[in-house]
């Protein structure tokens, strides 16, 4: 029984210990609300990931992260109705009306403080001022083919990046500057690398050639998530 009682209270001292730790790191607290200001950790992702279907919870996590944004009505039909729709305030995205759904403007938010801004002021020395975009929604078939599976970008639950701008005025191309050994291509590798922390679904030129020239980002819910 002694012994018993000694190995309690060791699991509950570890048990104490462990709950005091996660509540000093949220970000790897799978329990505690995500803030967009944390830092990568290991319940980050899925946190993100249950945004998906939670249009009110996601918008809870921009309001608590301070992140602006404009909330719109949903639209739409059939296969692509657009229940989830908002416009980020300070996207530095252009075309600047990018509407999309919630998950992926927190994912892109998201990205955008713990993956793309580093990366280039890191590699390329300078910030991202602009982040030049092909689209989010599109009511089309992948591929815009006539029969198959929906893209996700039928209901904005998509963003494809073509391009980023750096406050020097420098800008880095998906189609130009991903192939080779340069400080461009290697910042624009981080960037799908990092997006690959916060989206379902990335798909960059590595991919296939219909995507030489842009980053496809997605929330898509799968079981195991494409990153290439």
Partial sequence: MLRILILLLLLGGIALGVRSWLNDHPEHNPWAPLHLDHPPGWATQRKLADLRSEAGQCQAVLDRSDVGYTALEPAGEGEC??????????AKLSPDRAVSSC????????WMQHGVQPAAREILG???????????????RLYGRDTGRWSEHATGNAIDIAAFVLEDGRRISLLTGW????DEAAFLRRTRDAACDAF????SPDYNEAHADHLHLDQQERMWGVCR
Avoid: Q
């Avoid at 109705?81 to 300070?90: G, H, K, T």
């Avoid at 192939?179 to 340069?182: H, V």
């Fill in 200 to 203: 379902g679904t990335v798909l």
């Fill in 103 to 110: 998950a992926v403007a927190a994912a892109y938010a998201y």
């Fill in 179 to 182: 192939d080779g050994e340069s």
């Fill in 81 to 90: 109705r657009r229940e989830s729709r908002l416009i980020l305030d300070e």
């Fill in 126 to 140: 300078a910030p991202v001022m602009r982040v030049e975009h092909l689209g989010t929604y599109s009511c089309r």
